[in-house]
């Protein structure tokens, strides 16, 4: 009963949850393409698998902190727009991994399963930037600036 306070799964339930959730199992799925082949040495193949496990852990600490109701004891943070910024690093560094994954597969089952794997992480992402921008564009301020009465009084 007294974990029920501290666990929120209102956000595993909204459309940027199951994103997250989705780009997470994907993100390990490439990994693990990449890992189990022997050409996982090459350079492109070690920034790829880099990109992807820290991605993923980088997902994974998200959903931790909201999970655990973080982002509501934690104020000072734009949640909206630092999920925004998440996702558009991740977007821009999964997608050129794919690409140099794709250039680099030599037609090796894995490695071409790794690169389909982020390039659908890749459109998972664009897909979580666009409900990430909505959602920072409703949490700013609507109306106009306070204004400060001490300078207007003479004071």
Known sequence: MMMGTFI?????RSKQGILKIAQHVILLAAFACVRSTLYNNLHAYRFYEGVTLGYA???FIFLFLTVFGIPKRVLFVNWAVAEFVLDTLGFIFVSIGSIVAAVKSCEVEFLVAA???????????????????VASRHTQPVGPPIQNHCLEDGS
């Open 8 to 12: 929120t799964l209102d956000y595993l």
């Open 57 to 59: 852990v980088a997902i």
């Open 115 to 133: 690169s389909v794997f982020g390039f659908l992480a890749s459109h998972l992402l664009v897909c979580s930037v666009m409900l990430s921008f």
